[in-house]
């Protein structure tokens, strides 16, 4: 039995002075504001919606063609061969002939009055303010997942930190009750309790260890990038309350300025626009047609050739009376849809809404707590420093420190929630309102510690992790 312990307890300190000296050095840590630009600059969703903008920009310009003239220019080019075998009448010529024919047609037509093409123009326009929306919101959703993923990871590498710090304490425990157990001053009990309490934590660390490795993997995905190395916060943010402080005041910018709102407003105006142009199809319209023709032919059946000239100016009046394209009247159905469109952005706004107070409760939750919980770690540190001192005088059990070792890491894993917890919900609170942007991402640049050690992600001894802070 104690030579198993005396194993575990080598191996689980090898492994921690082989974690705060590894091999080979770190490769160089990027920052926030470096991942958010690459994201910006490279992703796939981002450049997908800078495509689908230009694409609006390109509809609207075909849509405002719609009022210009439409010209056409025809040209036709034949070779005739006539073969009269027989003939009773006179005009005709018996024998072989070859004719060469020439003609070309001008076609000009102008719309006077087309409801279609202002509808048309009104679809595109709406379409454009649609692909402009999307982007802005995949923007910010560039912006926002990249912060989050950046803090989750941090929050991984300070959970890792929490647990190697317990592993070592009761590593330390475990020395210590395995030379009273040597000496016959530490029942079997108390042996097991400590056995069962590092190899619990052990668990832990490995857990955390897979969560770090899983958050690098989110930020790899989130940055469109590699990721090897990140750096660490240089301390505690501060962590002052929302402003404006008032749920409401966000509520109100939030269903003003959120894109996914605007992208789903200008989604249900672009659906009406379709309904009108349905509707337009039914009107009257005008059109102006001016045509210029020449032709030129070589020869006929009754000899000779001719050469002609033609100009028409038409105005044309067309009045669609019933099932003019044949396609029905889809009409109904597109007015349904808009009004589906507009039941949506309706529902946005709530769901918005809804989420906007459930960020903003979280962010005063965590600022009326983290004092408290920061005093609660600094207390339980100097409860759990006396019971390890009054073990080692042997006037206190191993399972009061052991408890208060537990105690110790869960408040310091609170305090770490607390944290992150404000700062995930201050952003997620900046996006909904429409406000998040490279400014953010700067700002909690400037809170990393750039000269500090890097965090990497774990190695593939689980046992191992990699935090170097």
Known sequence: MILRLAFIISVTLGHLAQA?????????????????????????????????????????????????????????????????????????????????????????????????????????????????????????????????????????????????????????????????????????????????????????LTNAIAALSEAFDSLEHRAAGPVLAIKPLAGPLPMPPPQPSDAQAWVLEAQARNPDIAALHAAAGEAWAIFEHQTAALSPRLDLNYTQSRQETGGSVYGGGSLTSERTVLLRLTVPLFNADGAGYPAMASMARAKAARFRTDEQKLEVAERVRIAYQEIMSNVARAGDVARATAAQDRVTQSKRLRFSAGVLRITEVLDSERDLSQVRRLLLSTRYNYLLNMMQLKRLAGDISETDAKFLDSALDHKGNAIMRATDDPARPMVTR
Do not use: C
């Not at 024919?101 to 326009?125: C, E, K, M, S, W």
């Open 20 to 204: 705060a000296t590894p091999a080979e050095a770190p490769p160089p840590p990027v920052s926030l504001l470096d991942l958010v630009t690459q994201a910006l600059q490279t992703g796939p969703a981002v450049l997908g919606g800078v495509a689908s903008q230009k694409a609006a920009e390109r509809s609207r310009i075909d849509a405002l063609l719609g009022f210009a003239p439409r010209a056409s220019w025809t040209f036709d080019n034949s070779r005739e061969r006539l073969n009269v075998k027989r003939s009773s009448s006179s005009a005709y010529q018996v024998g072989i002939s070859n004719f060469a024919n020439y003609g070309n047609v001008l076609t000009i037509n102008q719309p006077v009055f087309d409801p279609r093409i202002f509808a048309q123009l009104h679809g595109a326009h709406e379409g454009l303010k649609r692909a402009r929306a999307e982007l802005a919101a995949t923007r910010q959703r560039a912006v926002f997942e990249v912060i989050q993923a950046y803090l989750l990871t941090l929050g991984a590498a300070d959970s890792v930190a929490v647990a190697r710090a317990e592993v070592a304490a009761l590593a330390q425990q475990m020395a210590e009750i395995d030379i009273r157990s040597q000496r016959g001053l530490a029942s079997r009990m108390d042996v097991d309790e400590v056995t069962s309490r590092l190899l619990q934590s052990r668990a832990q």
